[in-house]
């Protein structure tokens, strides 16, 4: 879909986009649109691949950078961009999985008391949106999970508050989960920088503020969190 960014604005941009089996190639094809519309250069000049680290980068001929993150689950694939800022995002595919179990192994404790006394039936899907938002934002603050990132505190997703909500503790972060428009199954995306630390694979396997953006996730549907620093404009899904 064609889109245009707004001079002067601070908006994240998310990325949305489904593949056959590429998931690298789908990435490296949202990054360059990201890198087209936010640097304002034609997709042939933009560069596209990972640091040192592993962190995804994008990169115009003339040394033009932009803050970006890449997540992908399933068949679906995900990248968020700004033109200034940290930012960060993960998805995951909505599943049945242990969570108060999961939740009591990785989770703060006042974290999974709250997943607990959740009802039964949306204790998998509080789980995904705690994580996913962990996820978001530690990409966001360029480390992962690495360092107890799953023990960082995020704002409770059933709390008051607005659409961006601040992730305790210091760094001015927020982190949400934005709707995927047009979807019948009520995605949930989950939005941040650089990756690093377990999966959530990993976790069910073996033993700063961020603003959090709130939706119904549907059966079968993805959960898609964000994570910002500081104060943006707004947040917006473009369908490829």
Known sequence: MSQSAVPGRDTV?????????????????????????????????????????????????DAAELPVSVSHAGDAVVVAARRAGPVGVDVETRRELPAVALARRWFAPGEAAWLADRPAERRAEAFLLLWTAKEAVGKALGRGLRDGGLGRLMPRPDGPGGLLRPVPGPGGLRVGH?????????????????????????????????????????????VLAVAVGGPVDGVEIVTD
């Not at 998931?23 to 087209?36: I, N, Q, S, T």
């Not at 997709?43 to 001929?61: K, L, N, Q, S, Y």
């Not at 377990?198 to 549907?218: I, N, Q, Y």
């Open 178 to 222: 934005p709707r995927l428009a047009g979807d019948a199954a009520g995605d949930r995306v989950a939005t941040a920088a650089p990756t690093g630390g377990p999966t959530l694979s990993d976790a069910a396997a073996g033993p700063s503020g961020l603003a959090l953006f709130d939706t119904v996730a549907g059966p079968g549907g993805l």
């Open 13 to 61: 941009y998310v990325w949305f986009g489904r593949t056959a089996g590429d998931r690298p190639e789908a990435a490296r094809r949202l990054l360059r649109h990201a890198g087209g519309m936010l640097l304002g250069r034609v997709e042939t000049e933009i560069r596209v691949g990972r640091d040192a680290a592993g962190r995804p980068f994008v990169r115009a001929g």
